[in-house]
């Protein structure tokens, strides 16, 4: 395995960090330290919680920093020669007393998106409820400016009509630990050239909540169908099927309905669970009843049947 001259200080904190953390280590960069969040408490149990970054870090002998603000390692970052700042999913803003410590390269941040298009938060939800044909991945020279910063590469990935979020985050966080590794060299050789974006061409995400993942039946059935691809996972599309509390997995939509916004139908013969909207019906294929596991309409329909066609 080849030993990189240029010595490597890594942020990241989120699942999307760890596919790019993994494969420099095994490229054979000299990674000095991951900075990471403080490790935190989740779930009902509250019990504490070390970003996935953290055990990778343990696990190869690289030292971790968690500071809860960047400036009191300032110094720490300072002490180490020839350092490069490689930035992905960290989750913090990094104040620009930090970010001046990398230059002329930069700090080179990875993100999930075809910049300008999609700065912020969920850059993979949009481009799946837009009905995008192709996302991707850019690779820019952190600024302060959220996702502003100039472009050194894009790599594209097509979308498809069954695309979901969890399909997305895997192949996107794939794709841009593997262009990380081929793009890195030349971006510090100089052989890529940082070019600015396009201002006008910029659009914004915004923090998905749970709310978000909400079914109106109101809504027309194609745009419902790509709220279902796109919140899978998290936040999960929510509706309540007669007196039934879910989340819809996976589903499909057809242009015609054969009645009011919210009504269901069950075809025992097929084992399907089709609901009207405003314009067509959603067609559901897996489900998942709160407090139980993810089944089939079918095994939905033998075990829920009496409790939708009573409500509904």
């Keep these: 395995m080849k030993k990189r001259s240029n010595k490597v200080i890594f942020f990241g904190s989120e699942e999307f960090s760890v596919d790019s953390l993994v494969k420099i280590i095994e490229d054979g960069w000299d990674i000095k330290a991951i900075i990471t969040k403080p490790d935190s408490k989740r779930g009902r149990g509250q019990k504490t919680s070390m970003p996935a970054v953290k055990e990778i870090g343990i696990r190869n002998n690289i030292p971790v920093w968690q500071p809860e603000n960047l400036l009191d390692i300032k110094d720490k970052i300072s002490e180490i020669q020839d350092r490069i700042g490689i930035l992905v999913s960290y989750g913090k803003i990094v104040p620009k007393e930090i970010l001046n410590l990398f230059e002329p390269t930069g700090i080179i941040n990875l993100h999930p998106s075809l910049l300008p298009r999609y700065r912020g938060p969920s850059p993979i939800e949009l481009p799946i409820l837009n009905g995008d044909l192709e996302t991707g991945v850019t690779f820019i020279k952190l600024i302060e400016k959220m996702d502003a910063g100039p472009i050194y590469y894009q790599k594209k990935l097509e979308l498809s009509e069954q695309s979901n979020r969890q399909d997305m985050f ?36 915004k923090m998905v909540a749970k709310s978000d993942g909400m079914i109106d039946w109101n809504e027309p059935a194609d745009i419902i169908e790509k709220k279902i691809r796109a919140y899978q996972g998290w936040p999960k599309a929510r509706a309540t099927l007669g007196s039934i509390d879910l989340s819809i997995i996976k589903a499909y939509s057809v242009p015609t309905n054969t009645g009011k916004p919210g009504k269901v139908t069950i075809t025992r013969e097929v084992g399907l669970i089709s609901v009207d909207t405003i314009k067509g019906a959603i067609c559901i294929q897996e489900l998942q009843p709160d407090g139980k596991s993810a089944m089939t309409s079918s095994e939905f329909i033998r075990g829920y049947e009496s409790k939708i066609t009573k409500a509904n």
């Design 170 to 205: 895997r192949s996107l966080s794939s794709l841009g630990a593997t262009e990380l590794v081929a793009v890195l060299p030349k971006i510090i050789s100089r052989e890529y050239v940082a070019k600015e974006q396009d201002e006008s061409q910029a659009t914004y995400t």
